[in-house]
């Protein structure tokens, strides 16, 4: 599959759960984001990584962890969370410097009982 | 940090006419102003994009302006088709800085047959 592809598109959790959301882009783009979108409200950035190196975390709870093992693949552990991190979570690829296009990937769709 | 305000966040037009969307941003280092669609269910998806290099640009149905000196720039969407409808995002960067995108609320165009 081309572009940037995200699994699993849905998923249900209870609080206590731990869970990853994975993304990969098939693009040969060096810098991966994490964004998350919630009802009528804009998109808010919450990682960046640049060459797996992470370069911005937007005061993102603990309970999200990012991790890049390399520069196609950005996974984003879950653990603890409340519902009202409920949302969908939209990885994102650009080739480099924040004035480049970014790609998005389909989304995963979280629910957090 | 930058804020980007994007208006109307509804908007709803009869098809054949032209659809205007506006954005302001605050900060004037800005210098990369991507729009994004983002149909129902579906990924964000660059649609135009503008640098501060230039005044306007036009893809076919789409233009977007910008005025740098009032800090603001505009969708212009003309002989809209029901396939228009969708959420559309404006976005501000500015190279060499610590920031990354920032989208603004989003819009809703409805084309109405």
């Known amino acids: 599959e081309t572009g940037v592809t995200q699994t699993p598109r849905h998923l249900v959790m209870g609080m206590t759960n731990k869970k990853s959301l994975k993304c990969e882009q098939h693009?040969?783009?060096?810098?991966m984001y994490w964004y998350k979108q919630s009802a009528k409200k804009p998109l808010e950035l919450m990682f960046v990584y640049n060459f797996k190196e992470q370069t911005e975390n937007n005061s993102v709870p603990s309970r999200f962890s990012p991790e890049c093992p390399n520069s196609s693949h950005l996974f984003l552990h879950l653990h603890t969370l409340q519902p009202e991190d409920s949302a969908l979570y939209l990885c994102?690829?650009?080739?480099?410097?924040?004035?480049?296009?970014?790609?998005f990937g389909p989304g995963t769709r979280l629910t957090v009982l | 940090g930058e804020n980007v305000e994007q208006h109307p966040s509804t908007l709803s037009v009869q098809e054949g006419d032209s659809a205007v969307i506006k954005c302001t941003y605050s900060?004037?280092?800005?210098?990369?102003f991507p729009w994004y669609k983002q149909e129902l269910g579906k990924r964000p998806q660059l649609i135009i994009d503008?640098?501060?290099?230039?005044g306007e640009k036009k893809d076919q149905r789409i233009a977007v302006t910008l005025n740098k000196t009032a800090k603001h720039f505009s969708l212009h969407i003309t002989e809209t088709q029901p396939e228009d409808s969708a959420v559309y995002f404006c976005a501000a960067s500015a190279s060499g800085s610590a920031r990354q995108l920032t989208f603004g609320s989003g819009t809703q165009l409805t084309v109405l047959p």
């Open positions: 503008i640098r501060s290099n230039v």
């Open positions: 693009l040969g783009h060096n810098a």
């Open positions: 994102a690829s650009s080739q480099q410097s924040r004035t480049d296009t970014q790609y």
């Open positions: 900060d004037s280092a800005s210098n990369y």
